[in-house]
């Protein structure tokens, strides 16, 4: 019985030889190399190819081998076998680098002292106070809290809201459909990192930039999305940056990846992209935990992370 | 008997709004208009021109109203009267907003992904942990402690190093000349908040950056100095950044300033600067702080924050 990596998008290389050397004892087949489907018993995947799964008699359990599931439940013909998450302390220090990077982007405006620098300008504008500045955070799962949490002790306001309640002593949480007109009349940054499900999908549109804070320190809200693509509609985006609904947007995630040529994001002034890297998973990191997971399992343990297949996360 | 503001390089009108609105039972002269020199009691004081306060006979205190105090001792007519550093939460919070956002920026490689975005080119590298990046934060003041502490908080390893010994029990802590080349050995990235005084002039040149780690994340060490200009060689942060002794550099502070329009900083491709803007300080913040002073000395009290004259901070 063995293992298989299935692997889109990454360098597939780098988990190969990181396996190779954390489990000696354990075989695996590499996707799309997999000669003895029937041998297959854990997958190991990231944006796994739909179908291929399905041509595995005997597999026991799905690994996700980075943030979230919605990669994994894509495919329509998933066998009905426990998904597990990755739940890593790894995966939430590198998310809130990149969050706590992009507000402050945003806050200290050094998109314009670049270009002040560019035009050998000297020259002071101002500046906030990080009091001032509301940040909030759509989405309060692991990686949704550590960001809020650090921004917080950065000394922003920060307000969160996710789908279902949640209680946090240091983050004035709002939940459901109720609170987040609410919410979102209180924003000025815009920070979110919700599972992409049905319930979400599309939530960042046209309609959700209008309700947005238009009076913070910066005029116009900030959108930064580094949960998943499909929780944008990036036409509504462009159109919000056009008619100053939005001033600037950060986006790590997009409705197609990789971003396509054609996209007018690549040059908007008022855009910044980076290549889906925001929480980037280490090979090492991740596969001790899913071999950790595996030997629990195997010894009639309960495995952590078990993803609820009706909720999506 | 009145308050002098004595402002150069800012914008004087907003002290004086704020100063009027703030103690409107207070006459005060502005600088250059001193009418009645022998009526100033206290100057409030931003790189004032030298020997204009050795024209105000009965001067009783000098107040610094931004971080630092050496573009007051640098007035070589200076009356001997208390000088009363200006401590302000307001400022630590922006001083690591700065800091952390450098940090970052060089941390996540956000140029290398500011020119992927500008090539079209949608490309991840290779992404250390913050647990592998190493911050030295020379100047553990109340700045450099809150920067520090901030930085640690996001996951990275922080030393600290000052000229007199400190004992933090967060922060791995060097000191004087014998802990310095152990600081600088196991550091990555140089954050340089320390005060300017004879003992720190131009502390921060070749021999030193030689000193800094090279086998850390970023291959290069990289600076951010946010403290003074005259800490600072800038002929030697141009040439090693040329001989690969440096990779990158942040600087908020110049030698002159503003910086001249004939230096290579503006355009050289690993250097960003910033206009003295780190921590920018809020005139009604830093006056509210300095009157309330005003009031516990006129009321006999002692006041906090006096400079000792022989350390120069």
Redesign the interface.
């Known amino acids: 019985m063995s293992l298989a990596l299935l692997i889109n998008d990454w360098d597939v290389a780098a988990w190969q030889k990181s396996l190779a050397q954390l489990a000696p004892d354990r075989a695996f087949q590499t996707a799309p190399d997999i000669t003895c489907p029937e041998d297959v018993r854990y997958a190991l995947s990231w944006k796994p190819t739909p179908g291929q799964m399905a041509q595995m008699p005997n597999l026991e359990i799905v690994f996700s081998l980075g943030a979230g599931v919605d990669h994994i439940f894509g495919d329509n013909q998933l066998p009905n076998v426990p998904v597990v998450r990755v739940i890593d302390p790894?995966l939430s220090?590198?998310m809130?680098?990149?969050i706590?990077?992009h507000v402050?982007?945003h806050?200290?405006k050094?998109r314009v002292?670049?270009a002040?620098?560019a035009d050998?300008k000297?020259?002071?504008i101002s500046?906030a106070?990080?009091?001032a500045m509301r940040v909030g955070v759509m989405g309060l799962g692991i990686l949704g809290i550590d960001a809020a949490l650090?921004l917080k002790?950065?000394?922003f306001q920060v307000n969160g809201w996710s789908r279902t309640a949640k209680n946090l002593d240091e983050i004035n949480c709002y939940s459901d459909a109720d609170g987040l007109e609410e919410f979102l009349n209180q924003t000025d940054i815009l920070v979110c990192l919700l599972p992409h499900t049905p319930a979400t999908d599309g939530i960042l549109n046209f309609k959700l930039f209008e309700k947005l804070s238009h009076d913070g320190p910066l005029g116009k809200p900030v959108l930064i999305n580094a949960g998943r693509g499909g929780l944008q509609r990036e036409a509504d985006i462009l159109s919000a940056l056009e008619n100053g609904v939005l001033g600037a947007a950060t986006l790590d995630v997009f409705e197609t990846e990789?971003?396509e040529?054609s996209s007018p994001f690549?040059t908007h002034p008022d855009i910044?992209?980076?290549?889906?890297?925001a929480s980037?998973s280490?090979p090492d990191t991740i596969l001790k935990n899913v071999l950790r997971q595996i030997e629990i399992f195997e010894a009639g343990g309960t495995m952590a992370n078990i993803v609820d297949p009706v909720q999506g996360y």
């Open positions: 790894d220090v590198r809130s680098e990149y706590v990077l402050l982007i806050h200290r050094q002292y670049d002040f620098q050998g000297w020259k002071e500046q106070a990080a009091s650090k002790n950065l000394g990789p971003l040529a690549w910044t992209i980076t290549p889906h890297n980037a280490d």
